[in-house]
């Protein structure tokens, strides 16, 4: 029987974080408008951890079942440009993410809370579940948030592997080391 690697090993070769949308960078409610629009709510700091993933050199993708204009909008505010909406078969979806990015399984990060996302967790090199997860999806994670889904899960989870591969310092290091006047300019 081979040796099951542990969270740091598999963290340490994760360089694409792939997420879902409806649980994950949200809490999982939709709100309808009258006139039929879709409202969804996204947690800044989740926004944040992609960013500084990005920062990092790393890759991230958006992965759902549904269509949604607010996905794409946010997807654009945050520079993602691979996003895969109305994929109800996310394994396939999954597979054509590595291959546009030229990666194998072992090196992406999955994060899903619910049935469609299983697949996609069984293949994956780190399987993530959000802490409000079906169980299911949590049976199949090597790692389960703290927060919850829409709560800063994806955030969490940014910084558990940018810590474990060495570089949570170097983006962080960008923020920390402004100054008043390299903010200003030389006036």
Known sequence: MADCPTLAQRC???DMLIVDVDG???????VYGDTGFELKSFHVRD??????????????????????????????????????????DKLTAFREVLTECGLGAQQACYMGDDIPDLPVLRHCGLPVAVADACAG???????????RGGAGAVREVVELILRCQGHWHAPMDRYRNQTLDRAWGSR
């Open 47 to 88: 926004g944040s951890g992609l960013k500084l993933w990005q920062l990092a050199g790393k890759q991230a993708a958006v992965i759902t079942g549904r269509q949604s204009p607010v996905v794409k909008r946010r997807a654009d505010e945050l520079g993602i440009s691979l996003v895969y909406e109305g994929r109800e």
């Open 24 to 30: 994950v960078l949200t809490a999982g409610g939709i």
């Open 137 to 147: 999806a949590i049976a199949e994670a090597q790692y389960v948030t703290r927060a």
């Open 12 to 14: 340490r070769s994760v």
